[in-house]
Nanobody
């Protein structure tokens, strides 16, 4: 059974910071790549960042230099540290992994950047 549960979303002012968490079931976490996606109102879901099981990271150009993805294998948790937040970062943020060729998503956590 694969479970992904995001948390940490909130209302934050422009320029602020948030850290999102995604707790994953142990079945998938240790050997899997983990990714964050986001979906803004009226837009398609877009990829934000990925971390491999070997901790190699990749980022979308729109967040590079501001967001940092990391993982804690002991806690089966992946994080997304978001700094210098902008109004255009407002979206529902989702955690995703692939297990046995199937995509698994969390329920999402809302991030709103507004003054």
């Amino acid at each position: 059974q694969v479970h992904l549960v995001e948390s940490g979303g909130a209302l934050v002012q422009p320029g602020g910071s948030l850290r999102l968490s995604c707790a994953a079931s142990e079945t998938v976490f240790r050997f899997n790549n983990m990714a964050w996606y986001r979906q803004a109102p009226g837009k398609e879901r877009e990829w934000v960042a990925t971390i491999t099981s070997g901790t190699t990271t990749n980022y979308a150009d729109s967040v590079k230099g501001r967001f940092t993805i990391s993982r804690d294998n002991a806690e089966n948790t992946v994080y997304l540290q978001m700094n210098s937040l902008k109004p255009e970062d407002t979206a529902v943020y989702y955690c995703k992994t692939v297990y046995r060729f199937l995509n698994y998503w969390g329920q999402g956590t809302q991030v709103t950047v507004s003054s």
